[in-house]
């Protein structure tokens, strides 16, 4: 994508609509590089619903969006997703139950109760789910930042989690690392994370150090090396690809 206008491009990339649909996907975002570092034929492919995910927008919408939390459906009654009042008024799409969102209102309190929490995600010159494109090793790249502190000159990315004691490592499983290093050369200012726990609702605020960085870093450049493999490199046979190791 050689010839556009950033702006109009960051504006239209304010919809959740183009950002994930077929105008967002001209760019790589961090969620590729999973796929890209494991199995790169599956790139692009349409991922299973996810009930994860669907707890994690929901309180990403409750603290920064509230006013589209009407865009979640929600089961009453239903005590898992197994049972036939869930099916029937599901429809077959993936709900939250009442349940679920009950636990849920419980940690956005939490956090917004939390002094430092909210000075970090409030203020006069702070913006939400802020998209910011760019080139970064060689391909270009989008990111929607939950929260622009302009004053704290930082990027704040929200998360929940299951086992707080465990975040660190998890931060590296997930990828979080490389987005850190996505964002940082996107918007220009360091990351930290605000994690809660979704079973003792303690909060943890972490930064990133040079070394997380750099290991992003490195995620992102082989991520690249892997896609200039698989779709920019006209001499390559996908069908003839195979993985080689030493067990």
Not at 27 to 48: C, E, H
Not at 156 to 165: C, H, N, P, Q, Y
Request: hydrophobic content about 35%; proline content about 2%; charged content about 30%.
């Amino acid at each position: 994508m050689k010839d556009f206008n950033k702006k109009e491009v960051l504006e239209r990339l304010k919809s959740d609509e183009d950002y994930y649909g077929d105008f967002g996907r001209q760019f790589r975002s961090n969620s590729d590089i999973s796929t890209l570092l494991t199995n790169p034929l599956a790139l692009g492919a349409q991922q299973k619903p996810n009930i994860n995910f669907l707890i994690g927008g929901y309180f990403h919408t409750a603290i920064l969006e509230p006013e589209k939390l009407k865009k979640y459906r929600i089961i009453e009654g239903a005590t898992t997703r197994n049972t036939k009042a869930y099916k029937e008024m599901s429809g077959g799409e993936m709900c939250l139950l009442q349940h679920e969102v009950d636990k849920l209102e419980i940690m956005i309190d939490t956090m917004q109760n939390n002094d430092v929490c909210r000075d970090l995600i409030t203020g006069i010159n702070v913006e939400y789910e802020q998209p910011g494109i760019g080139e970064v090793e060689g391909m270009m790249w989008k990111g929607k930042a939950d929260i622009v502190n302009h004053d704290e000159r930082l990027i704040i990315d929200l998360k929940t989690t299951g086992d707080i004691s465990k975040f660190r490592s998890s931060a590296f499983r997930y990828n979080y690392d490389s987005q850190a290093y996505i964002y940082r050369k996107l918007f220009g200012y360091d990351l930290i994370f605000i994690a809660i726990d979704k079973t003792t609702h303690q909060i943890g605020i972490f930064d990133c150090s040079d070394a997380f960085y750099e290991n992003g870093q490195g995620k992102v450049q082989q991520a690249v090396e892997q896609y200039k493999l698989f779709y920019d490199n006209p001499d390559f046979d996908p069908t003839n690809y195979f993985i080689n190791k030493t067990l």
